[in-house]
Nanobody, 116 residues
Framework: QIQFVESGGGLVQFGGSLRLACAVS????????VYWYRQAPGKQRIWIAT???????NYMDSVKGRFTASRDNAKNTGYLQMMDLKPEDTALYFC??????????WGPGTQVTVSS
C-alpha cells in the first residue's frame, strides 16, 4: 500500500523559509502527481499545491510566488520550498500522490509554525 512520510517542518520566524519533503513508497512514483495539503487548527485540510508527473505545478492563490513544489523521481520524493512565511501559514502539512488525485492514506504530517 502506498505510504507518505512528511518531514522538514519546524518553528520559523515571520518571513523565514522551510523546505518540506514527502517520501512516497510506491514503485510507480514517476507516474503520479504529488499533492500538498495543510490543516490549520480548527479548520479543514485544504489543498495548496500540486507537482504533476511532467513537473508542471499549480498553487492555491495565497501561496503563489512564495511556495515552490518540485520532485525527485530517483528518490521517490516530493518537495515544497516555502519562502516568506507568514503566521497564517501555520498548519500541519500533508502530502499525497496519485494519477488523478490523492490516492492513499494520509501520513502523520509535519508541523509548520510561523511566529510573528
Amino acid at each position: 500500500q502506498i505510504q507518505f512520510v512528511e518531514s522538514g517542518g519546524g518553528l520559523v520566524q515571520f518571513g523565514g523559509s522551510l523546505r518540506l519533503a514527502c517520501a512516497v513508497s510506491t514503485f510507480d512514483f514517476r507516474s503520479n502527481a504529488v499533492y500538498w495539503y495543510r490543516q490549520a487548527p480548527g479548520k479543514q485540510r485544504i489543498w495548496i499545491a500540486t507537482v504533476a508527473s511532467d513537473t508542471s505545478t499549480n498553487y492555491m492563490d495565497s501561496v503563489k510566488g512564495r511556495f515552490t513544489a518540485s520532485r525527485d523521481n530517483a528518490k521517490n520524493t516530493g518537495y515544497l520550498q516555502m519562502m516568506d512565511l507568514k503566521p497564517e501559514d501555520t498548519a500541519l502539512y500533508f502530502c499525497n500522490a496519485g494519477r488523478y488525485g490523492p490516492s492513499g492514506p494520509w501520513g502523520p504530517g509535519t508541523q509548520v509554525t510561523v511566529s510573528s
